[in-house]
């Protein structure tokens, strides 16, 4: 398996432009997750889904950001209207049960200016 | 709730010595506990993990980290370090008795191995 893909790796677009992220998680990995890294705040759960659903989305920033998991193979976090503030690495993880590690992607850098 | 610290934001060590990251958690029910490492510009990679069983964990690169229930610490430990383990370290907490799988980081520990 080639591992989480997620997609842009990097992504510069200007405040209040929509911006969507995107992963695929590893093939039968239950759990998938959504992290947000800064460097003042560190490494964040956003949000986490288990089988398709969002089970714990209480680390969502705002009402601006959203994510979706149509299947077991695709997720979206999106951010719309997207602010300065929200630059930062977001990565996805996805593990097969509670109490297997989690694999990450490689990130997705976002700048919003 | 469910938490992790780790005290030390940056650790510094001078190569061949040992090495200790520190990691203090906090769960209602049972933890499952990892450590995970993380190079510049590079997502997170798998340590090891405590799940059940011998208290003491080994895993990748030489690592080990010893589970101690009563101190709810997993700290991580290494008996000769290099100067390539120098890195961004994270300790991470699931817990399983509530059964959600939501998994928590620590703000991470930058180690620093010095020649």
């Known amino acids: 398996d080639a591992g989480v893909i997620q997609s842009p790796r990097h992504e510069v677009t200007e405040m209040g432009q929509e911006v969507t992220l995107r992963c695929k998680p590893i093939s039968g990995h239950d759990y998938l997750f959504w992290y947000r890294q800064t460097m003042m705040r560190g490494l964040e759960l956003l949000i986490y889904f288990n089988n398709n659903v969002p089970i714990d989305d209480s680390g969502m920033p705002e009402d601006r950001f959203s994510a979706k998991m149509p299947n077991a193979s695709f997720s979206t976090l999106k951010i719309q209207p997207s602010e300065p503030r929200d630059s930062a690495v977001y990565f996805c993880a996805s593990s097969l049960e509670e109490g297997i590690e989690a694999f990450f992607g490689q990130g997705t850098r976002l700048t919003v200016v | 709730a469910q938490s992790v610290a780790q005290p030390e934001d940056q650790v510094n060590v001078a190569e061949g010595n040992p090495l200790t990251v520190k990691c203090t958690y906090s769960?209602?029910?049972?933890?499952?506990l990892f450590w995970y490492v993380q190079y510049p510009n590079r997502g997170l990679q798998f340590l090891l993990k405590?799940?059940?069983?011998?208290?003491l964990v080994k895993g990748s690169y030489g690592f080990e980290a010893e589970f101690n229930k009563s101190q709810t610490s997993f700290h991580l430990k290494k008996p000769s370090a290099l100067v390539s383990d120098s890195a961004l370290y994270f300790c991470a907490v699931r817990d399983i008795s509530g059964n959600t799988g939501k998994l928590i980081f620590g703000q991470g520990t930058t180690l620093q191995v010095k020649p």
């Open positions: 769960v209602s029910g049972n933890p499952y």
């Open positions: 405590y799940i059940t069983g011998d208290n």
